[in-house]
């Protein structure tokens, strides 16, 4: 009879999420993994094949979240008022998951790259918004304008580069009116 499974894969991805925030991805090692579920990292091995694996997971649940995240935010009924709503969500998850976010929209491996379905599932949310105010055809410029916009204010943000002084949510409200306002457009 098979030994009863020890730990699961939701597990793992989990204590991997706990240990990537606490300690950044240096920290995020298949030995710590297999401490913080109860196991050791042979058993951690029958459910991930590598640190690659264990780092496209983590990056998929937390595209997972952030579409979630986004989807709550987009429930005001109007496009644009979706769309302030959807950029305040995205700069929210950067901010509570700032290493779940590098993963996201920082540079990696190609082996540690998450499935581009993750990534499509979670801004389709921003698609469907943005197709209802874009000019027809320019739905995905549109999209990725807003995305652009939005992580290249959280980046800067997270990285402590806003030093002029002034209310740094006050200008990210007016960048995301800016933006909104110039995608909103129609012509």
Sequence with gaps: MPTPARTSLD???TAGRAILEAEG?????????????GVRPPSLYKRVSNRAALVRLIAEAAFDDLGQALERAATHGEPQA??????????AFARTQPQAYGLLFGPLPDDWRPDPAAYRRSLDVLLRVVGEVAT???????????????HGFVSMELAGAFR?????????????????AAISERG
């Design 11 to 13: 597990a793992i991805v």
């Design 25 to 37: 991805l240096p920290g995020l090692t298949m030995h710590r993994v297999a401490d913080a579920v």
């Design 82 to 91: 979706d769309l302030h709503a959807i950029a305040v969500a995205f700069r």
């Design 136 to 150: 027809l055809g320019r739905e995905l410029e549109a999209a990725r304008t807003v995305t652009a916009w939005a």
């Design 164 to 180: 002029l002084g002034g209310d740094v949510d006050r200008a990210f409200a007016f960048g995301n009116e800016r933006v909104v």
